[in-house]
């Protein structure tokens, strides 16, 4: 199994940043596709924005813009660079990544990183 930890959230205040950053760790595996989904109190867990082994990218219209997500395959790592925050980007992140792993398929979430965007 391939094992995702998050790092990076916290208490952020409107109009700031923040970069959330995810690795990934295993025997023997290969990543696919990365993202980050987040969900917020009483909502139903949202993607926020994807990205391919090739670097296919693709966004939330609600971040679209002012949010970037990148990876470092050699690190086994993706990132998420978020600029411009709002209140109602206060939720718990969660980091996926899906792809080969000593040859069987699987799909791994991180335990989630809570980010709060209050003044």
């Known amino acids: 199994q391939v094992q995702l930890v998050e790092s990076g959230g916290g208490l952020v205040q409107p109009g700031g940043s923040l970069r959330l950053s995810c690795a990934a760790s295993g025997r023997d595996f290969s990543i696919n596709f990365m993202a980050w989904y987040r969900q917020a109190p009483g909502k139903q867990r949202e993607l926020v924005a994807s990205?391919?082994?090739?670097?296919?990218?693709n966004y939330a219209d609600s971040v679209k813009g002012r949010s970037t997500i990148s990876r470092d395959n050699a690190k086994n790592t993706v990132y998420l660079q978020m600029n411009s925050l709002k209140p109602e980007d206060t939720a718990v992140y969660y980091c996926n990544a899906n792809g080969y792993a000593l040859g069987r398929w699987y799909n791994s979430w991180g335990q989630g990183t809570q980010d709060t965007v209050s003044s």
């Open positions: 990205i391919t082994s090739r670097g296919s990218t």
